[in-house]
């Protein structure tokens, strides 16, 4: 059976880590997204203090899911 998908960019931050982030990002589409098959990870950054301290690490991914 033929299937159809759709990918949409997110962005997600986490104080902890980059795998962090994307868990993060990926739960918060899971609530919204239904059928959900991959993540690609496009970007990362690190956010920073204006002393140079790493106070975030965000993941923008695109994420795929199924159209029902």
Same mark, same amino acid.
């Given at each position: +059976? /033929? @299937?159809?998908?759709?990918?949409t960019e997110i @962005? /997600?931050i986490s104080e902890?880590? $980059?795998?962090? /982030?994307?868990?993060? &990002?990926? @739960?918060?589409a899971g609530e =919204?997204?239904?059928? #959900? !098959?991959? /993540?690609?990870?496009? *970007? !990362?950054?690190? !956010? #920073? @203090? *204006?002393? &140079?301290?790493? =106070? &975030?690490?965000?993941?923008? +991914? #695109?994420? =795929? $899911?199924?159209?029902?």
């Open positions: +059976m /033929a @299937s159809v998908a759709r990918v @962005s /997600a902890k880590s $980059f795998e962090d /982030a994307v868990k993060v &990002g990926i @739960s918060r =919204t997204l239904r059928r #959900l !098959q991959s /993540a690609w990870i496009k *970007e !990362q950054e690190v !956010q #920073l @203090s *204006e002393h &140079g301290d790493i =106070t &975030g690490y965000k993941v923008k +991914m #695109l994420v =795929t $899911f199924v159209l029902e």
